[in-house]
């Protein structure tokens, strides 16, 4: 008998029908997707413009990466900001070394005054801010200068600006070598020359040119007492050993006093240009001076410089504020002390006072620990008369029959009197022996 086939109308029948119709659904609708994209223009300048974008992306980011890299390892950099000493120096040295492609500078002007009254100045071009392009001993060197429109340098009260040098690495010693020429030749044009400092603020600020130093010998003091003060900071500096093994603050303290003319200020000069030392003149009766300011002044003393406080006597009277002038300063005596030999006092300091009046200082303010040295610079004894002619004039007969009429007019000459009375006859003792009984 023979066996029939099955029918198609059973269950497994009809589930399999819907497998089959929706596999060819699916192959249907991406045949027609791919149909469309490669059809539409549209849709495959997208895709391309998306891949070109994420190709140059990555191009871009492995160029940066590749040029920050060569840079670090090809390239050094020093800036030099205008708050620092080396920044005058290194544009002092630029003006001597011209930049192979500037178009930007700056003048500086040298202002000299000659004793006889002549003036001379002299300008140096130096590069201004942008980039220029220098070759010092066979290397290239790329400086940028830049200006801050907004930070001021309260040193100079000039817009705040950096210098930029860049270099091959290979090349990075000569920053050295270049610093050093820099301040070698700072020193060299400041060499016999006394650097003034007044206060601005709160920092020290030059005051005027660097003067001529003063000869020791040109002062003509009373018989020991410029060997006295110049033997006495001559061991002082030389003891800072000693006092730091003692646990002494090493800081020394001078009081000149005595009547006008006599030679305070002078004496101090001379012995800053014999030690090679700068002098700050901080003065105490400035109505705008506080307590704080006076701190941070005298604790922010340039390197080798002596602190010079003229006229004590005017800002301070037996602990009262001193109105002589008209107003009165913002500095109290106890603060003054305080910045003197307190606890925030600083160190390695010498500090010079002078005074007309001694008789009106404070026992507090002069007592040791704060003047360790005192010397009374007085009107012109005979001995000093005597040195001071024969140094004017070269004449020692002239010179006692000049004695013996300052000793006849029976009235005290101060040695600014005597100086100013030789400069007039410079050529003429006969002159100014005629000349002292009209002083």
């Not at 469309?36 to 413009?49: C, D, E, K, Q």
């Not at 060197?141 to 009260?157: A, H, N």
């Not at 020991?224 to 033997?231: A, H, I, Q, S």
């Not at 006093?257 to 004496?267: A, D, H, Q, R």
Request: a neutral charge.
């Amino acid at each position: 008998m023979t066996e029939q086939p099955r029918s198609s109308s059973g269950p497994a029948a009809a589930e399999a029908v819907p497998e089959v119709t929706a596999v060819s659904d699916a192959t249907s609708n991406e045949g027609f997707l791919q149909s469309i994209m490669s059809s539409n223009p549209y849709f495959t300048a997208g895709f391309g413009l998306m891949g070109l974008g994420a190709v140059l992306a990555v191009g871009r980011q492995t160029l940066v990466r590749a040029s920050s890299l060569a840079y670090r390892q090809l390239l050094v950099d020093l800036e030099i900001t205008s708050k620092d000493k080396s920044y005058d120096w290194f544009l002092e040295w630029m003006s001597r070394h011209p930049a192979r492609s500037s178009r930007n500078f700056s003048v500086e002007t040298n202002y000299v005054e000659h004793d006889n009254g002549s003036i001379t100045a002299t300008f140096d071009l130096v590069p201004g801010p942008g980039r220029h392009l220098l070759k010092y001993s066979g290397a290239y060197i790329m400086v940028k200068r830049e200006r801050s429109g907004r930070l001021m340098d309260l040193r100079m009260g000039s817009p705040f600006e950096t210098i930029t040098l860049t270099t091959l690495y290979r090349d990075r010693q000569i920053f050295s070598k270049m610093l050093r020429e820099a301040q070698s030749r700072a020193q060299t044009k400041q060499q016999g020359k006394t650097v003034l400092y007044t206060s601005y603020g709160p920092e020290w600020r030059p005051f005027g040119l660097p003067r001529r130093k003063r000869s020791i010998e040109s002062v003509v003091l009373a018989d020991g007492v410029k060997e006295g003060l110049l033997d006495d900071m001559t061991s002082f500096l030389k003891s800072a050993q000693w006092y730091t093994d003692r646990g002494i603050p090493y800081r020394r303290g001078y009081l000149l006093y005595g009547p006008p003319g006599s030679g305070k200020t002078s004496v101090i000069q001379a012995l800053a240009g014999h030690l090679d030392y700068n002098i700050c003149i901080l003065n105490l009766a400035e109505a705008t001076l506080t307590d704080d300011r006076l701190n941070h002044l005298m604790n922010n003393v340039p390197a080798r410089s002596l602190l010079l406080l003229e006229d004590v006597d005017s800002a301070f009277s037996n602990r009262k504020q001193s109105s002589d002038q008209g107003y009165v300063s913002g500095v109290t005596f106890s603060g003054l002390l305080n910045a003197l030999d307190g606890v925030a006092s600083a160190d390695e300091r010498i500090i010079f006072m002078t005074t007309n009046h001694p008789e009106r200082l404070d026992p507090a303010l002069i007592r040791p620990g704060r003047v360790d040295f005192q010397a009374l610079l007085d009107n012109a004894t005979p001995a000093q008369i005597h040195r001071m002619f024969t140094r004017f004039y070269n004449d020692d007969k002239l010179a006692h029959a000049f004695v013996e009429e300052c000793i006849q007019r029976n009235k005290p000459v101060s040695t600014a009197q005597l100086q100013g009375l030789f400069v007039f006859h410079k050529d003429d003792p006969q002159g100014a022996i005629a000349a002292i009984h009209n002083m």
